[in-house]
């Protein structure tokens, strides 16, 4: 990042939301300034900290003004967690910011002119929603300004969230504000039992040395049962004494509200990857949940990809029933994960054919379908690789695509552009992927018709769009 010219600290008026969930306003040279932590409506005292591509880059060091729909954070150690943004934001005005973001990225170069743009939708709770979180161990801590002036000290045993850019150091947290108190009361354990002096200490990313790894919390709010994973470096026998007096604290824990923990799995991982993977050495209880969506309940294992805001997840999976709206047929159901956009959607079709990478994922889906008495069909490979299922389904067909943040490949948007079918519901956790493949597929004779915003997360900058298209009648 060049900082060939300098800025002095300046008190900067927040405009809008810009990629990321960072907030956006002018410099005094004039250059877009972005400062995370910033929200619209707010004015902000930042340090100016080098730019890139004609966009300053900044730091907040004070809130000189609050937004006029400002809130108090709930999160002890928000500002420095890099999980959330705007929880000094309402959250009406979260969405209608994120939305605004999130339709100005998704329109393209073409526009919204003739895009019938529906309300934004999200369920109703702000906190305590997620089925699903991951922290990390770790032996040095991310602290904030006044705890370095004050000589707060960096080393120790930590278990957190990564600050924003900072692979190495993590915020220590002794709850999630956006999961429930049950998950937060066997974090408590996990802290209580792996933290102790006596315990074997946190994993080191730059050393790759230690034990504790990555935790792991998956709820079902269907059955209140909490699923915990432990990933740790490879035991001694010490460790093995550790990790399962804590597996048995957390099985016998008393939860609130009827909730139990339905089991412990303990993964070894001895790679230097930082990932929360890694081979089953134990599981105490069971080694999975099961989560309801819309009537269908769905098995999940540790590993399993599932939305994880579930309430959202059900506001998502009818935004894209009305997206489809009247068309039957063949739902083909590409980038399906466990099939769970499918299967929850699949009444009224004659049938249902997915196609998803990872092999494990299908056969969740295979399984999940099963299950639910869905008649469901669903292949291993890259979608780019399994176009030919265009022409293998013949009849009424309707597709729907949820593509990784990089949208359709190339030549999956070259395929679909000229495919036959009735709609094409375009499922976007990356509003630009949208903007930039609405023209390829149009140019193929589909036309964008509707746009929904939905959110999934509130608190953070990611706001999902559900774009129908139908074919282009001149």
């Not at 045993?157 to 220590?172: E, I, K, N, S, T």
């Not at 597996?247 to 230097?272: H, I, M």
């Not at 990784?404 to 030549?411: D, S």
């Not at 390829?440 to 939905?454: F, S």
Request: proline fraction near 5%; charge should be neutral.
């Amino acid at each position: 990042m060049s900082r060939r010219r300098r800025l002095e600290p300046f008190d900067l008026t927040v405009l809008r939301l810009a990629k990321g969930g960072v907030g956006e306003g002018i410099a005094p040279d004039g250059k877009p300034m972005h400062v995370r932590g910033a929200p619209p409506g707010s004015v902000v005292h930042v340090v100016p900290m080098g730019h890139k591509k004609g966009v300053w880059q900044g730091r907040r060091t004070a809130m000189v003004s609050p937004a006029p729909a400002s809130a108090e954070p709930r999160c002890a150690v928000f500002g420095l967690c890099g999980g959330c943004q705007l929880q000094e934001l309402q959250i009406e005005a979260q969405r209608r910011h994120k939305s605004g973001l999130a339709l100005r990225q998704a329109s393209g170069e073409a526009g919204l002119e003739g895009i019938a743009v529906h309300d934004t939708r999200g369920a109703d709770a702000a906190y305590g929603y997620r089925n699903k979180v991951e922290l990390s161990f770790g032996p040095q801590r991310y602290l904030s300004e006044a705890e370095h002036q004050a000589g707060v000290p960096i080393d120790g045993r930590f278990l957190g969230m990564h600050a924003p850019g900072r692979f190495d150091r993590v915020v220590d947290t002794s709850r999630c504000e956006l999961v429930g108190e049950a998950p937060n009361g066997l974090l408590a354990i996990v802290r209580e039992h792996a933290l102790a002096d006596d315990a074997p200490v946190p994993w080191s990313v730059r050393s790759h040395t230690g034990f504790w790894r990555h935790l792991g919390l998956r709820m079902s709010e269907a059955d209140r049962e909490v699923l915990v994973s432990l990933y740790t470096n490879a035991p001694d026998e010490h460790a093995t004494r550790v990790v399962t007096a804590l597996a048995e604290a957390l099985v016998a824990a008393e939860l609130p509200d009827g909730w139990r923990c339905a089991g412990v799995s303990w993964f070894v991982n001895t790679g230097v990857a930082d990932v929360a993977r890694g081979e089953l050495q134990q599981c105490w209880g069971r080694g999975h949940i099961t989560e309801a969506l819309l009537g269908k309940r769905f098995r999940l294992s540790p590993q399993a990809f599932f939305q994880t805001s579930t309430a959202g997840a059900e506001i998502l999976y009818r935004t894209i029933g009305d997206a489809l709206g009247e068309a039957r047929g063949t739902l083909l159901d590409l980038y399906c994960g466990t099939g769970s956009i499918g299967i929850t959607l699949a009444e009224g079709f004659e049938r249902v054919v997915g196609v998803e990478l990872v092999p494990e994922a299908v056969e969740d889906a295979r399984a999940n379908a099963a299950a639910n008495g869905v008649i469901a069909e669903f292949e291993v490979g890259k979608v780019e690789d399994a176009l030919d299922i265009l022409a293998r389904t013949r009849g009424t067909r309707s597709l729907v695509v949820d593509p990784p943040r990089a949208g359709l490949h190339p030549k999956v948007a070259k395929a679909l552009a000229t495919a036959e079918a009735d709609v094409l519901v375009y499922v976007a956790c990356n509003p630009q992927s949208l903007g930039r493949d609405r023209a390829a597929l149009e140019e193929g004779g589909w036309r964008l018709t509707d746009l929904w915003c939905v959110d999934l997360f509130p608190h953070t900058g990611h706001m999902e769009v559900v774009g129908r298209f139908v074919r282009h009648v001149s």
